[in-house]
């Protein structure tokens, strides 16, 4: 048994949730690109499917324990590759987000989301539930905070973004008190303002967008429109695949990639979208489910910390189709196109089958 | 592998519990909101995606041509680009976008800002026209730049061309682009910058050339390229107008008048069409088919000689000796005298204690000696007709006058027709609070004083008395044909005011004597072998004595000739106005050029091209600008 793939314990469901949701995306990334300069694009989805499946069966043979012992070495790892990446990446579309790995470009950002997840839990090793202190708390914010900082910088605002949700669980977990939520509330509002002029002005004009949509119908506030436009037309049955005005006359900007939602629910309606909204919730709790039966805090939190990322995506990118959010470049997992971000959710997956296979039994 | 931890290494249960029934909530949250756009408001996210994808784009209907009678074309079309915008999505008239547009189509931006806001009221699928008759250039611009201008558009259309330039300008007339005040009138079908007839008979048969503009429905993806057509309603092509203009006839008649200011006008008086028409300075009816030059405009408008103007219709001035033939008819049909009555001519006379001249008292400080009716018409001798007009009193010569057609419209086929004026004690008196002056009545006997003319009225007054009395409204449409295209000819054909048989011999036979017979003043109208007959007219614009004055071309006489061909019963019939032309022996030849044309070279014109260029002074008649 040693030598050979022990599948004892795989969530072979929470696994077909997941092929299933992808496969869904690969379906309109291939209506949407078909008739553009990016047909075929649905192929290489497929391929990073593939390349995501086996790395979840060999990550999923990992004891966790092995690699929360060196997250030190990972975590520094990670922080020197996004600064290298910030500081000698290739420049595209205007920012440093990618690093050459053969003939592909990889996002570290995606990677690093998985790094800081299990450096939280980490954090969580033999911690037991006593009382959260404000170091444990400085700890915390530094955790992401760092790698944060340098990926706005890239600047890559969205990624960034989705490090917050892993935070909030972690604080969460550990017991965070009134008290330093009140402290970090206050001093989230003191930052407001000078988070305004950090910002870059493409994503002051998305804010602005999004505060004001009927004032500017330029730019941030058309997309939002048109996504809306697209959304709605599907009504309760869609249009049909390959029949999304909106997606096929490339009213949606990147409709295969952050928007392939918008293009989705055109072209399936509404029926379409609860069943993908059933799905991701039901990947989501089983999730949780598992987090209540791992072995330790760390393993718990695993599933926990790689949850509140989907989830925060998800809901963030759907979300934002319909205008309850700014716009910012989060793409939605599983779905939209692009291979980091498939890397990140099936090495997560993988770790995530490692947890649930010492998971605990009463 | 299991193992049993102790209770205190795993998260309490309540924290995993909310954070499910935190994403739970937070999906059925976004699940209505999905409810609402894509149930609730289907309808019209579904009309805003049509919106998106469809546009209208017109289909120009071309204007019809514009024949002369015989089906040679005086006004043409070639297919040209029309540059559009659309304005149904708002965001993309951005100023910048505006300038950058009109910037490289040689715009002015603040035309086209005023353009876009004066569009507002209109309905927003409704693409505006920016600019007619686009070069190359400027359509190459537009492909290069689809994706970043998505609301402009190019279209196939169909640009006026006068291939004859300025031949026949002010009867043809010219188009322009729909004005603010055409596009508020109700019920007017017209689009802003769509061209409609401006003047002349482009504008009097507007509807009959114009034709209904078809639409296409087109698919458009986001950067405005066309990807498909969803249906085609075809342009109704305007019907060709053809008119009772003689080109070669035009042609002689602008020639034979020459760089002189002033109008000729040819009827068949039997029909009353229309075989010439001419009025001089004119324009370029082709400066105005896109937006005339600055210069060129100014030009025109400052012009003292009045460019864009017709003449023939518009030139009201006294029409002096020509006159004395309604004078004379006036006189002879009442009874007052018969051709025989005759009058002593010693160069003047005194009529109510007041000494009027005889225009031969100037040069010759004599007269006429002893004239009848025919001699008096011959040599137009003023004092005849004093007397005539002192016998008659004004009331008859005003009956006369107006009955046989001076005083009020023709009833031509052309926008814009003057009345002219033949003063009467009711039109003094309303406009001058004055009673009427018997001794003007002398003055109005002999054309002068406050009577006014137009060339085509004399010739229709003068084609009608030497027809026996049938007055035959000049035209330039044919009416059987405006029937066929549905348009109701004018009623009154022929105006009928029957002549005695004497009378009409006496005068037509005096008027041959004014060409034919020795001392007759419109001698150099003479034609070999044709029977023509005419009358002169020299009238003054302001008095004889400040005329000695002053030597300003101003106050130069008009010379006036209305010559026909045969006499009695004339074929043609030609009025001739040579403004500052001094004296009447410069308009009498100009007559008798036409109608020797008409007679002798009927439809064998050398070579009309060449007779263009001498006209119009333009190098190549009949070919289409080169671009684009």
């Known amino acids: ?362 | 592998m299991q193992v049993r931890f102790p209770e205190d290494e795993r998260f309490p249960s309540w924290k995993i519990t909310f954070l499910e029934y935190f994403i739970a909530a937070a999906f059925v949250g976004l699940l209505v909101g999905y409810w609402r756009l894509q149930v609730g408001q289907h309808t019209q996210m579904l009309e805003q995606a049509e919106h998106n994808r469809i546009r209208e784009l017109p289909i120009i209907a071309p204007r019809g041509r514009i024949l002369d009678r015989q089906g040679r074309v005086l006004v043409d079309n070639f297919p040209s680009f029309t540059i559009l915008l659309n304005r149904e999505n708002a965001s993309q008239l951005r100023d910048a976008h505006l300038e950058m547009i009109s910037r490289a189509l040689d715009l002015d931006p603040g035309d086209v800002e005023d353009m876009v806001k004066r569009s507002v009221k209109l309905p927003r699928y409704q693409p505006i026209v920016l600019k007619q008759a686009a070069t190359l250039k400027d359509v190459a611009f537009i492909d290069a730049h689809r994706s970043e201008l998505p609301e402009v558009d190019v279209i196939q259309s169909q640009q006026r061309f006068y291939p004859k330039h300025s031949v026949a300008s002010a009867v043809l007339g010219y188009v322009g682009e729909v004005s603010q005040a055409d596009l508020a009138r109700p019920g007017a079908n017209y689009r802003a910058g769509d061209l409609i007839g401006k003047f002349g008979i482009e504008r009097e048969y507007n509807s009959i050339l114009r034709g209904r503009d078809g639409m296409k429905r087109v698919v458009v993806n986001s950067r405005g390229q066309e990807v498909g057509t969803l249906g085609t309603v075809n342009a109704l092509p305007g019907h060709d107008l053809r008119l009772t203009l003689d080109l070669d006839l035009q042609l002689t008649a602008e020639a034979a008048l020459g760089d002189r200011p002033g109008a000729v006008v040819a009827l068949d008086p039997r029909t009353g069409e229309v075989l010439a028409m001419v009025s001089h300075p004119t324009f370029d009816p082709n400066d105005f088919t896109h937006h005339i030059p600055v210069a060129t405009w100014k030009q025109l408008t400052t012009d003292p000689m009045h460019p864009l103007m017709n003449k023939a219709i518009q030139a009201q001035l006294a029409p002096g000796s020509i006159f004395k033939i309604v004078t004379g008819t006036a006189a002879l049909e009442t009874g007052t005298i018969t051709p025989d009555f005759k009058v002593l001519c010693d160069g003047k006379v005194t009529i109510y204690g007041h000494t009027y001249h005889d225009w031969t008292w100037w040069t010759l400080h004599g007269g006429h000696g002893t004239v009848d009716l025919h001699r008096g018409i011959v040599v137009s001798c003023d004092v005849y007709f004093y007397t005539l007009g002192k016998m008659l009193g004004i009331d008859k010569i005003d009956y006369f006058a107006e009955r046989m057609g001076l005083g009020h419209r023709t009833g031509i086929d052309l926008p814009d027709e003057d009345s002219g004026l033949i003063p009467s004690p009711d039109w003094v008196r309303r406009v001058f609070h004055h009673p009427w002056w018997p001794g003007v009545t002398m003055s109005v006997a002999i054309g002068q004083g406050a009577v006014q003319a137009t060339p085509l009225q004399i010739a229709y007054v003068i084609g009608g008395i030497a027809s026996g009395g049938d007055f035959a409204r000049p035209h330039l449409a044919f009416g059987r044909e405006l029937e066929n295209l549905g348009v109701d000819p004018p009623a009154n054909s022929t105006v009928r005011f029957p002549l005695h048989q004497t009378t009409v011999r006496a005068v037509t036979d005096a008027m041959w004597g004014v060409v034919n017979e020795p001392g007759g003043t419109g001698a150099s109208a003479r034609c070999r072998g044709l029977n023509v007959a005419g009358k002169t007219g020299t009238a003054q614009v302001v008095s004889a004595s400040l005329q000695e004055a002053s030597h300003s071309a101003e106050y130069r006489n008009n010379a006036w000739f209305v010559g026909y061909s045969p006499s009695p019963n004339p074929g043609i019939v030609v009025a001739v106005l040579v403004m500052q032309g001094e004296h009447s022996s410069v308009a009498a030849p100009i007559a008798g050029d036409v109608i020797r044309a008409y007679y002798h070279e009927k439809g064998q014109t050398p070579n009309p091209d060449q007779l263009v260029s001498q006209v119009t002074g333009k190098a190549k008649p009949g070919a289409a600008p080169r671009e684009p």
């Open chain 1, 1 to 362: 048994m040693r030598n050979s793939f022990n599948f004892h314990d795989f969530d072979w469901i929470l696994f077909g949730l997941v092929l299933l949701i992808a496969g869904i995306g690969i379906l309109e990334i291939y209506s949407t690109t078909t008739l553009t300069p990016l047909a075929g694009q649905f192929q290489k989805q497929i391929y990073w499917l593939l390349l995501g499946c086996a790395l979840t069966v060999i990550v999923s043979q990992l004891d966790y324990h092995l690699i929360l012992a060196h997250i030190p070495w990972i975590y520094f790892l990670a922080l020197l590759t996004l600064g290298a990446v910030l500081l000698a990446g290739p420049r595209l579309a205007g920012t440093h987000r990618w690093i050459q790995v053969g003939g592909f470009t990889l996002q570290v950002s995606e990677l690093a989301k998985l790094v800081i997840i299990l450096a939280v839990a980490a954090a969580f090793t033999r911690r037991r539930n006593r009382a959260f202190t404000w170091g444990e708390l400085a700890r915390l914010g530094l955790l992401a905070g760092v790698p944060g900082i340098l990926v706005a910088l890239e600047p890559d605002l969205g990624t960034a973004l989705t490090f917050l949700p892993i935070v909030a669980a972690g604080a969460f977990m550990a017991g965070i008190r009134r008290r330093q939520v009140m402290v970090l509330g206050l001093i989230g509002i003191l930052a407001l303002p000078a988070a305004w002029y950090v910002l870059r002005p493409y994503q002051r004009e998305r804010l602005e967008a999004f505060v004001h949509p009927k004032q500017n119908t330029q730019g941030s506030s058309y997309q939002v429109t048109q996504t809306k436009i697209a959304i709605g037309s599907g009504g309760l049955w869609g249009r049909g695949l390959g029949n999304g005005t909106q997606s096929q006359l490339g009213f949606i900007p990147v409709s295969h990639a952050d928007a392939i939602f918008a293009a989705f629910s055109e072209e399936r309606g509404f029926i379409g979208t609860l069943a993908v909204f059933v799905l991701y919730a039901i990947l989501l709790l089983r999730l949780l489910e598992g987090a209540r039966t791992a072995a330790d805090q760390a393993g718990s939190f695993i599933l926990i910390g790689f949850a509140s990322v989907l989830f925060f995506q998800v809901a963030v990118n759907v979300g934002m189709m319909i205008g309850l959010f700014p716009i910012t470049g989060i793409p939605l997992p599983l779905m939209s196109e692009g291979g980091s971000s498939m890397l990140f959710i099936f090495l997560g997956l993988g770790l995530v089958m490692s947890v649930k296979k010492q998971r605990f039994v009463n």
